[in-house]
């Protein structure tokens, strides 16, 4: 059964920063591009950012460039997502996602609230 | 990177069909047979209901269905069920390995 966890959502001062991380089981993680996508508060979804199976391409929302960085790490099936210069828009759930063009898992979402 | 565009809401009664417009440019929709589609319940996590346009994953019910023309994709529901009533979303490929959602579209069981 393919499972995607994910953890290290919080509150955080606008500009600070935190990092989340996604546990994932069941599949062959080292064959899988992997997604971050975000949802505000009674908003939609938002595409984040994406890493290649062996993380050598990564890509972003031009919102987050800069300042977010996704990463891998295929010895413990896990993903991540490396937040900085937090701003109050950034507030959402985050889930971790498995594959490129379309996502038939999902995490159960970590929410980030940024926030003084 | 702009969001596709979606109707905010639709509805429909038991029984009955609707179809749910996604917009997008020439860019996104338009150049790739990559369109997918969500359904959302209230704080679940979003459920892959349609892919690469019109394909339906294991699971899915065959009332769901999916199309395309030009920049316009499309979600049709048919004989609507209450537990349907959900917000569903739209996602295409844009080229260079990035990703656009629509803006969702809430559907009420009548």
């Known amino acids: 059964e393919v499972q995607l966890v994910e953890s290290g959502g919080g509150l955080v001062q606008p500009g600070g920063s935190l990092r989340l991380s996604c546990a994932a089981s069941?599949?062959?993680?080292?064959?899988?591009?992997m997604t971050w996508v975000r949802q505000a508060p009674g908003k939609g979804l938002e595409w984040v950012a994406n890493?290649?199976?062996?993380?050598?391409?990564?890509f972003y929302v031009d919102s987050v460039k800069g300042r977010f960085t996704i990463s891998r790490d295929n010895a413990k099936n896990s993903l991540y997502l490396q937040m900085n210069s937090l701003r109050a828009e950034d507030t959402a759930v985050y889930y971790c996602?498995?594959?490129?063009?379309?996502?038939?898992?999902w995490g159960q979402g970590t929410l980030v609230t940024v926030s003084s | 990177q702009s969001a596709l565009t979606q109707p905010r809401s639709v509805s429909g009664s038991p029984g009955q069909s609707v179809t749910i417009s996604c917009t997008g440019t020439?860019?996104?929709?338009?150049?790739?047979?990559?369109v997918s589609w969500y359904q959302q319940h209230p704080g679940k996590a979003p459920k892959l209901m349609i892919y690469?346009?019109?394909m339906r994953p294991s699971g899915v019910p065959d009332r769901f269905s999916g199309s395309k023309s030009g920049n316009t994709a499309s979600l049709t529901i048919s004989g609507l069920q209450a537990e349907d009533e959900a917000d569903y979303y739209c996602?295409?490929?844009?080229?260079?390995?990035?990703?656009?959602f629509g803006g969702g579209t809430k559907l009420t069981v009548l």
């Open positions: 020439s860019s996104d929709v338009g150049g790739f047979n990559y």
């Open positions: 690469d346009v019109t």
């Open positions: 996602c295409s490929y844009a080229g260079s390995f990035t990703l656009v």
């Open positions: 069941g599949f062959i993680f080292t064959s899988s591009w």
């Open positions: 996602a498995r594959d490129l063009r379309f996502f038939n898992y």
């Open positions: 890493i290649k199976e062996d993380g050598s391409e990564k």
